[in-house]
């Protein structure tokens, strides 16, 4: 019974290292994707406690990590409070460039999740992060219009 376990752990052990060793699609963590393809980092950014009607920005790294050049495409926000724009529409193998994501908090209250879609001409077609904050409702009252 213990030669089972013992063989039963050395085979979790070998199986959770081969998985940390690998990196996207099987490929190891230093060879390239073959074609276009993109890693954006992080995929999700949490603006924490906020207060309504500011302007947040931040900052996603989208990195070619295939053998061809990628083309960025159209990129869309789920709300209109959510803008980005990426440095570059092009980037070459090994290379890359910054999306900078703007949220606007505006007079929502509570919990908000917004995504941002990038269309390329990666293998992946469509690669997606996320922006959330918690908005805390202002206490004083709003200026006339």
């Not at 073959?34 to 931040?58: M, R, S």
């Not at 724009?85 to 606007?104: F, H, I, N, R, W």
Request: with cysteine; net charge positive; charged share 25%.
């Amino acid at each position: 019974m213990k030669r089972l376990a013992g063989a039963l752990l050395m085979l979790t052990w070998i199986g959770l290292h081969a998985m940390t060793a690998t990196g996207h699609q099987g490929k190891s963590a230093t060879e390239p994707v073959k074609g276009p393809a993109i890693e954006v980092t992080p995929e999700f950014h949490d603006f924490g406690k906020v207060e309504q009607n500011l302007t947040l920005d931040t900052e996603f790294e989208i990195r070619n990590i295939g053998t061809e050049e990628v083309n960025i495409g159209r990129i869309s926000t789920s709300c209109g409070c959510t803008a980005a724009l990426t440095a570059d529409q092009m980037v070459k193998p090994g290379e890359s460039t910054t999306l900078k994501v703007t949220l606007e908090t505006r007079r929502y209250k509570g919990r908000i999740t917004r995504s941002v879609s990038i269309a390329s001409n990666a293998v992946k077609k469509i690669s997606t992060v996320k922006v959330t904050a918690f908005v805390l409702e202002t206490t004083e009252e709003s200026p006339p219009r």
